[in-house]
């Protein structure tokens, strides 16, 4: 069990990695990244159900649907600004959370996909904890070097520049709806990516794993750990997934923990855990 908890929280850290390249490195807040994750999780787990196609080949996938449904709602959003993208983003996601909840013979409504296998790969049993966490805890590796590399490329300079005066980074000649749209897609392929483990770590794609609460818990976590740090959301994922799991068990009021660290990031840490360590270290340093 301690294996699955840990597992959850590299998977939604990698899912974070993805909303904060968006929040915290382009100024964009949006409420619909569940789209990319739950639309990812149902095309990859029906053709790992019903096809038997490899991990690797279902990671892949999840990738390309992640970026691609990126594509598109990202096209629709980057029209507009502040409110009305936040907006839009929310509706968008709730548009897919109802062809979801629908479709039931493909996505099995209310009840989620159950049946996700995980394949093995080179004689290894993934349906083994323990070598599930390892192949988790090595892709996240992955991803986080992965990001690393994009956000201190030039790229994320640029998306950089955007997030702190969109007009002068337009005026310096750049695309700012492109530059957008790109920072959409490659977060929509990391949401993708986090998606399938998803998935494959439950064996089943719930549909809340496609609805905007989904969305919120990320944009909660990410928040709290701190946007715009490489590190906020691998600790917004531990706190959000030690206390949705393991507090929940003895307190089932446990949220109201959630909300007070939220209001306490909102009015005095901006910067969440990351910016409250950085401040304690220096005040420790000055105190010494």
């Known amino acids: 069990m301690r294996h699955a908890i840990v597992t959850e929280i590299w998977i939604f850290a990698i899912f974070g990695l993805g909303l904060n390249l968006l929040l915290g490195y382009t100024g964009l807040l949006s409420f619909g990244q569940a789209t990319f994750f739950g639309s990812a999780a149902y095309v990859a787990g029906y053709l790992l159900k019903y096809y038997g196609i490899g991990i690797f080949t279902a990671l892949g996938v999840g990738i390309g649907v992640g970026a691609l449904s990126a594509l598109v709602v990202g096209y629709l959003c980057v029209q507009r600004a502040g409110l009305y993208f936040i907006m839009l983003t929310f509706a968008l996601n709730q548009l897919f959370y109802f062809i979801a909840y629908q479709w039931t013979s493909v996505t099995g409504g209310e009840d989620g996909m159950p049946g996700i296998p995980r394949p093995a790969l080179l004689g290894i049993d993934f349906r083994q904890p ?12 992955l991803s986080l070097w992965a990001m690393q590399r994009i956000v201190e490329s030039p790229l994320g300079k640029i998306l950089q520049a955007i997030r702190e005066n969109e007009v002068r980074a337009e005026a310096l000649g750049y695309n700012v709806p492109r530059f957008k749209l790109l920072a959409f897609v490659i977060g929509g392929a990391f949401s993708g990516f986090a998606g399938v ?23 909660f976590a990410t928040l709290i750990g701190g946007s715009g740090s490489l590190y906020g959301p691998i600790i917004g ?51 010494s």
């Open 130 to 141: 323990l070598a599930y966490y390892v192949l988790v805890s090595a892709l996240f590796l």
């Open 197 to 219: 483990l998803y998935a494959m770590l439950f064996g089943i794609v719930p549909l809340e794993a496609i609805g905007v609460v989904f969305s919120g818990n990320v944009v």
């Open 237 to 287: 994922s531990v706190v959000f997934i030690w206390l949705s799991e393991s507090v929940s068990v003895l307190w089932a009021r446990w949220p109201l923990l959630l909300g007070v660290a939220f209001v306490i990031v909102v009015l005095f840490f901006r910067g969440g855990v990351v910016e409250a360590w950085s401040r304690i270290w220096r005040f420790s340093k000055r105190a």
